[in-house]
T-cell receptor, first 114, second 116 residues
Framework: AQSVSQHNHHVILSEAASLELGCNYSYGGTVNLFWYVQYPGQHLQLLLK??????LVKGIKGFEAEFIKSKFSFNLRKPSVQWSDTAEYFC????????????FGTGTRLTIIP | DTGVSQDPRHKITKRGQNVTFRCDPI?????LYWYRQTLGQGPEFLTY????????KSRLLSDRFSAERPKGSFSTLEIQRTEQGDSAMYLC??????????????FGQGTRLTVV
């Protein structure tokens, strides 16, 4: 069975600080990797995804993530955060050859202080 | 709004009552998923439809839960004899797949169920 670990439960940063949120997964086969964001009062939205190819993927709003296969990691980064990035961030995986059901981590709550 | 819509947004029910939630996916999407999210946790997979066929159910989905997707359009999730442990946010997601992997799932805003 797949599992996803997000080690940072709550991160507090000042505006313009750099961000890195950790995500590790456990699965023996090939996976697709995702980061979803949930802004306060809104639905889950896709930030970025990795299927194959360049392990450094860029998403919306200046976010990027790097897939490191040897470490089973898919960390999310942003060089300079804004107050509007305050949200909950979820890492998720699904099987490359499956029905695409997602296994999510427990989420990281990000608070940006103006 | 042409996204995934869920109804109702909030539901408060007494223990032992039955409840039904509805999900309207994005119209051209052939896959529909239900997830459950409790406080401090990420969403957990409940069940999945490809068109009208329910192809997978999680062990989280006890026999008090039933989901349908008649005609491959909207879906309903019914919980019978609700228990306090059923209190959660129930999320619906949809996607379109023509065999390719890694398609994006679009989520609704969820139905928050409180069992008192």
């Amino acid at each position: 069975a797949q599992s996803v670990s997000q080690h940072n439960h709550h991160v507090i940063l000042s505006e313009a600080a750099s961000l890195e949120l950790g995500c590790n997964y456990s699965y023996g086969g090939t996976v697709n990797l995702f980061w979803y964001v949930q802004y306060p009062g809104q639905h889950l939205q896709l930030l970025l995804k990795y299927f194959s190819g360049d392990p450094l993927v860029k998403g919306i709003k200046g976010f990027e993530a790097e897939f490191i296969k040897s470490k089973f990691s898919f960390n999310l980064r942003k060089p300079s955060v804004q107050w509007s990035d305050t949200a909950e961030y979820f890492c998720a995986v699904n099987e490359f050859f499956g029905n695409e059901k997602l296994t999510f981590g427990t989420g990281t709550r990000l608070t940006i202080i103006p | 709004d042409t996204g995934v819509s869920q109804d109702p947004r909030h539901k408060i029910t007494k223990r032992g009552q039955n409840v039904t939630f509805r999900c309207d996916p994005i119209s051209e999407h052939n896959r529909l998923y239900w997830y459950r999210q409790t406080l401090g946790q990420g969403p957990e997979f409940l069940t999945y439809f490809q068109n009208e066929a329910q192809l997978e159910k999680s062990r989280l989905l006890s026999d008090r839960f039933s989901a349908e997707r008649p005609k491959g359009s909207f879906s309903t999730l019914e919980i019978q004899r609700t228990e306090q442990g059923d209190s959660a946010m129930y999320l619906c997601a949809s996607s379109f797949s023509a065999g390719a992997t890694g398609t994006e799932a679009f989520f609704g805003q969820g139905t928050r169920l409180t069992v008192v």
